[in-house]
Each structure stands twice: as C-alpha cells, then as structure tokens.
Nanobody, 123 residues
Framework: VQLQASGGGLVQAGGSLRLSCAAS????????MGWFRQAPGKEREFVAA????????YYADSVKGRFTISRDNAKNTVYLQMNSLKPEDTAVYYC?????????????????WGQGTQVTVSS
C-alpha cells in the first residue's frame, strides 16, 4: 500500500487542523492505521491508531481529548483531526499502515509509511 499524507500547515496555538492520509489499492480496510510525529531533534513518537473497521481508537496521552483519528474505508483515507493545538505539537506528521487485527503503537510495528506533512503551531 502507498500512503500520501496532506493537510499540514501553520496555525496559531489553540487552532485546528485536519490531516488526511490517502492510501492506494483496494485492501485499505485490511490495514490498521496509525499517525506518528517527529519533532526536530526528537525520536518519532506515536500519536494515534485506529483498527481496520474504525471501531476502536487509541491515543497518546499528550493528545488525548484534543485529537481524533477516523477513517473512511470507502475513500481509502484516514484522518487526524487536531484541535486545541499547542506549540509542542509542532512536528512532521506521518501516517502508517500495517496488516493486523487490532492496533499498534510502536513505529517498528508498521511496514508502510507516508512521506510526512509538516505541522507548525505558533505561540
């Protein structure tokens, strides 16, 4: 599967952005999807994950209550709605995919990655 992330940009603290990740192929619904982010000088960290059907989601504590992951299997797309953004959310955001039955939170558990989209939150 090939992934294409989009939707990043520059936003003021407290603002919102919605990231999208479009997947190629006809088997999107067989993949667990995740979002990760990497800030300059830091390791890539887990943000959110969603099961194949979209019935279950999981979030890092740092974004819980502010970010929402969702997917539309008919459109082969996963989304990350980001509200109440903070300067510390500034990073390159990556979507990832892995065949599986539940969800994954470690980057090495994902085999497929998008190219990343920059999110910058100004104070």
């Amino acid at each position: 599967v090939q992934l294409q992330a989009s939707g990043g940009g520059l936003v003021q603290a407290g603002g919102s952005l919605r990231l999208s990740c479009a997947a190629s192929g006809r088997t999107f619904s067989t993949y667990v999807m995740g979002w990760f982010r990497q800030a300059p000088g830091k390791e890539r960290e887990f943000v959110a994950a969603i099961t194949r059907s979209g019935g279950s989601t999981y979030y890092a504590d740092s974004v819980k209550g502010r970010f929402t992951i969702s997917r539309d299997n008919a459109k082969n797309t996963v989304y990350l709605q980001m509200n109440s953004l903070k300067p510390e959310d500034t990073a390159v955001y990556y979507c990832a995919a892995e065949r599986g039955s539940y969800y994954y939170t470690l980057s090495h558990e994902y085999d497929y990655w998008g190219q990343g989209t920059q999110v910058t939150v100004s104070s």
